[in-house]
T-cell receptor, first 122, second 110 residues
């Protein structure tokens, strides 16, 4: 079954450093997302990406963050000048958003998540 | 903005039914989802319901949607120890943003 792949699974970095988290969405999917989950807390929306541009972003997604689809397969989240509070699990997801087939139970518009990248900022 | 609320904890006896509740604020929701997160793992889609449906049943899972009250529930029949996890309700109103609740931690008593 197709899956969303995330690397690294765990990254430890020093405060102030830049990190890049990588995701390979499912190949025929059109919408991509980053979410984060601080330990024990809710899954928070960061950003969505469609047609090579940001579709929507949350108030968390400030100038410290950026996303990019540098080639046809990778989708990256860059966090500049990391802070202690950036420590979290970061989840990538993709959504097929296939054209409507008239069957709302077709499985379209269902997000598939990767296993997550745990970021620890020291 | 849109919000999704869930109770944080639920404890049930093995073999009983579990009912996890969720409320949401978005009037334009088109899909509502239930995701399961096991310890140390990612989010796994359990089931979803389209907003023009009242109920959906899938084996041990029953989803009820009260659109008037903006209330969603997930019932797990014959709860087993393998059902121990955090269950997230999520609201889809547009492809650009899907909002998750805080998750309900389900624990199973022997």
């Amino acid at each position: 079954e197709p899956e969303v792949t995330q690397t690294p699974s765990h990254q430890v970095t020093q405060m102030g450093q830049e990190v890049i988290l990588r995701c390979v969405p499912i190949s025929n999917h059109l919408y991509f997302y980053w979410y984060r989950q601080i330990l024990g807390q809710k899954v928070e929306f960061l950003v969505s990406f469609y047609n090579n541009e940001i579709s929507e972003k949350s108030e968390i997604f400030d100038d410290q963050f950026s996303v990019e689809r540098p080639d046809g397969s990778n989708f990256t989240l860059k966090i500049r000048s990391t802070k202690l509070e950036d420590s979290a699990m970061y989840f990538c997801a993709s959504n097929p958003l296939t054209p409507s087939t008239g069957n709302h139970l077709s499985g379209a518009n269902v997000l598939t998540f990767g296993a997550g990248s745990r970021l620890t900022v020291l | 903005g849109e919000d999704v609320e869930q109770s944080l904890f639920l404890s049930v006896r093995e073999g009983d039914s579990s009912v996890i509740n969720c409320t949401y604020t978005d009037s334009s929701s088109t899909y509502l989802y239930w995701y399961k997160q096991e310890p140390g793992a990612g989010l796994q889609l359990l089931t979803y319901i389209f907003s023009n449906m009242d109920m959906k049943q899938d084996q041990r899972l029953t989803v009820l949607l009260n659109k008037k009250d903006k209330h969603l529930s997930l019932r797990i029949a014959d709860t087993q120890t393998g059902d121990s996890a955090i269950y997230f309700c999520a609201d889809y109103s547009s492809a650009s943003k899907i909002i998750f609740g805080s998750g309900t931690r389900l624990s199973i008593r022997p």
